[in-house]
């Protein structure tokens, strides 16, 4: 705020903090929460001077309930991402440790939930296909990139981003190995991706791993189809594009797969139906917790 957008606006003599007031409060959105609103989520903000900030705080006071006033934009900013560094860190390291508990023959989830029974000193963060949403994996390396004018590596994030990049290749081996084992190759396989959004129960496709899992499959010769009751028809995007429509779940469907691959746990699917009916079901979200011969963990 303070080195790119200060210096425009001041280009035409107006002065921050006396004839214009300059702000920064990062958005704060859990999309499918219905516990939380715009109103009673704290907003943070911080201006270029005291007189930037008491503006700030006058006009969201009106329509939050509790401003959480900073120093300054800088810190405003780094609060934010903190914010999503925090999750990409944290969901990079359960992601790397369900790859472990995999070859260890453990249920990471299992894993999770005994641990979440902890009254203290631990945080549950769950593993899955891969990031998706426009913050979590977008907005930490603007910390690297910013890094690296002061000289300063930022391993931990790299390395988070670098493990959470990798994982929708690992469960595309997950469904090779899956398909496999019931004595049927990739080439050609019938699979049904359930979930395309990049979390359960909304419509958002942005940086969805979903849509990186089905680009994989079909470059590996598979034939791809998709299911999301909030997501009717693919959409137009600007890296990725599927000519296709959702695919009604029912008996018919799923028995005609090869394999589902369940990579969005929406709320609206029918899990009994589709453990009763698929002949093949990998599952990256830990929504089966009971073992079966037709269910896979990646």
Known sequence: TDEALKPR???NGLRVGTDLFLVFSPEREDPGN??????TIPKVLGGLTPACTQVGQALYGQVIDQVVTLSSTRAAEMTKLLENIHRAVNIGLVNELKIV???LGLDIHEVIRAAATKPFGFTPYY????LGGHCIPIDPFYLTWKAREYGLSTRFIELAGEVNTNMPQWVVSKVADALNDHGKPIKG???LVLGIAYKKNVDDMRESPSVQLMERLQAKGATVSYSDPHV???PKMREHHFDLSSVALDAHSLAAADCILIATDHAKF???LIKTHAPLIVDTRGVYQE?????VKA
Do not use: H, Q
């Not at 219905?34 to 109103?39: E, F, G, H, L, V």
């Not at 593993?127 to 891969?130: A, D, K, R, S, V």
């Open 127 to 130: 593993p899955g296909p891969g």
């Open 101 to 103: 508990c995999d070859r």
């Open 9 to 11: 606006v001041e280009r």
């Open 232 to 234: 009717p028809v693919f």
């Open 34 to 39: 219905p516990n939380d609103s715009t109103r």
């Open 270 to 272: 029918d899990y009994d």
């Open 291 to 295: 073992p079966a011969a037709n269910i």
């Open 189 to 191: 396989a019938r699979i």
